[in-house]
Each structure stands twice: as C-alpha cells, then as structure tokens.
C-alpha cells in the first residue's frame, strides 16, 4: 500500500512537472496571444491599479482584477515599471512593459492554482478522509480539464473557487465562536462571488456540511451571544 512519503514524492513531481511545463509555455507566449482573458484581465488589473473603473462587468472578476492590481502596486514599490495604463499605452516600450504584468499575471495565477489544491487537501482532511483518498481526490482534480486550463490561462474561475474553498474551509474550522466562523466565510464568499458570480450555485451544496458542522465537538451555540 502507498504511504504518506511517497505520497509527498508524487506530489513534488507533479509540482516540478507542472511548474516545468508553465514557465515553458509562460515564456514561449506574447501577451497579445489570448484575448479571452489574458488580455481582457491584464488590460482590466492594470485599469484598477490606475485607479479607474473596470470595463469588463460580466462575472464581474473584480476579485481577480483587484488581487492582480495589488501585486502590479507591490512589483511597482520595488522595480522602476509604471502601473498606470495611461502611462504604458503611450509608452515608447508598451510591448515590453505588458509583457512583464503578463509574466507577473500568470506566475501569480500559477501560485494561486497550487494554494487551491492545498486548501482542497484540507478540506478533505477535515472531513475525516484519509490520506488515500485523499491522494485520488487530489490526482482527479489536478488532471481535470477545468484545472489543467487554469493553469496555462488567466481565469476567474479559479480565483472564485479560491475563496469558495476558504470559505468552506472557515467553517469546518474548529472553534467555539460560530458567528465569527459564519462572518469571516461570508466574506470570502463574497469575494468568490465579486470573481466569478455563478459560484453561487456551487454555495448551495454547502447545505451537506451542516451535520459535519453539528456534530464538532468544539462547537457549542450555546456559548455563542452577542
């Protein structure tokens, strides 16, 4: 039977595999490539570093766009590339300076990718299953298709099903104060919402993990007032 540490080996050669494969597709695509959404949430990220309103309104993906935007700030803070669009548009180097927030978008979307898996991996060990099935859960949901896509272009979906994942991961939590568990996921429920605005759906199903929730023993509504 597999263990645990061959396990762990598995899933450091999927990671080196996957990283190989992206930054060799990152490197090897200009920005201008996929219109829908690389360029669509690259143009929009940079809009709201700018300080303008988003123009694209259709998931709305301002989570995406707001988390892109405060990364472009941070790269900012340390390296001399201007953020604001204006500024890059009519740039003797726009090429190149889209080219770098497109580098910086993707290898952030990247990470994001792998904390997604990671917080998956909690949610199932906090719903008591052991670490084989855990191990398969995990293998199917890394070669699915809706996955393998995320990770070769920029989406919104999986930032929402990021913070989908926190949320749920919030409330199967331990602790003793329920309202603050509840709070604290409906915010980042709105934040997968502000990405992606059908993951409503996929919140309906949260209904099964009331008797999880129940039935911890740190949970007590008694000890819950106001």
Not at 13 to 40: A, E, K, P
Request: glycine fraction near 2%; charge should be positive; include cysteine.
């Amino acid at each position: 039977m597999i263990n645990k540490k061959q396990i762990r080996n598995i899933y450091l050669i999927l990671f080196i595999l996957l990283t190989t494969l992206f930054y060799y597709q990152l490197l090897n695509q200009h920005w201008s490539s996929v219109l829908d959404q690389d360029l669509t949430i690259l143009y929009n990220s940079l809009l709201l570093t700018s300080g303008i309103e988003q123009e694209y309104l259709d998931h709305p993906a301002f989570t995406t766009f707001l988390i892109n935007s405060l990364i472009f700030k941070i790269f900012n803070f340390f390296f001399d590339y201007s953020n604001n669009i204006d500024f890059i548009l009519n740039s003797k180097n726009t090429n190149e300076i889209l080219q770098i927030y497109f580098y910086i978008s993707r290898s952030l979307n990247f990470f994001l990718n792998i904390f997604l898996v990671f917080l998956f991996t909690k949610i199932l060990k906090s719903l008591k299953i052991n670490y084989i099935q855990r191990f398969i859960f995990c293998i199917i949901f890394v070669f699915s298709i809706g996955f393998i896509i995320s990770i070769f272009l920029l989406r919104s979906e999986n930032i929402s099903l990021l913070f989908l994942f926190l949320s749920i991961y919030t409330i199967l939590k331990n602790t003793n104060n329920l309202y603050y568990k509840f709070f604290v996921s409906g915010i980042f429920f709105c934040f997968a919402m502000l990405a992606k605005m059908q993951i409503i759906f996929l919140y309906l199903f949260l209904i099964f993990l009331i008797p999880q929730v129940s039935t911890k023993k740190a949970v007590n509504f008694s000890k819950n007032k106001i």
